[in-house]
């Protein structure tokens, strides 16, 4: 009976606790006529991929160019942490983005 608590106990405390993230982190380039930064998005538990998160950071940064990171020469750029893309980009008023607003703080 003892050990049936036990096992109880163990299953209880093992759906309970939450399930460690597996974020992958991705990092671009933002070149833009007046500003230059790093994007950095966090993938979360569903990943759509890197090409994914390229593409919302062009959606939202029109008219600047989005490379890929290159630590040699971008480490040193200030960072901008962005919003997933699924809520907020496509949440996000267009006319913000013409007047030079960004989901990337």
């Excluded at 003892?2 to 990092?27: E, H, Q, T, W």
């Excluded at 966090?42 to 994914?52: C, L, M, R, W």
């Excluded at 990171?69 to 809520?87: A, F, K």
Aim: with cysteine; charged share 20%.
């Amino acid at each position: 009976m003892r050990d049936f608590g036990k096992a109880i106990l163990i299953c209880a405390a093992v759906l309970i606790s939450p399930a460690a993230a597996k974020a992958n982190v991705y990092l671009f380039q933002v070149t833009c006529s007046n500003d230059k930064y790093v994007a950095q998005w966090e993938s979360g538990d569903a990943d759509p991929g890197k090409e994914h998160f390229r593409i919302a950071t062009g959606d939202v940064n029109l008219d600047c160019s989005i490379y890929d990171y290159n630590p040699t020469t971008d480490r040193d750029m200030p960072r901008r942490w962005c919003s997933d893309p699924n809520g907020v980009v496509r949440g996000f008023p267009p006319i913000l983005i013409l007047i030079g607003y960004s989901h990337c703080r």
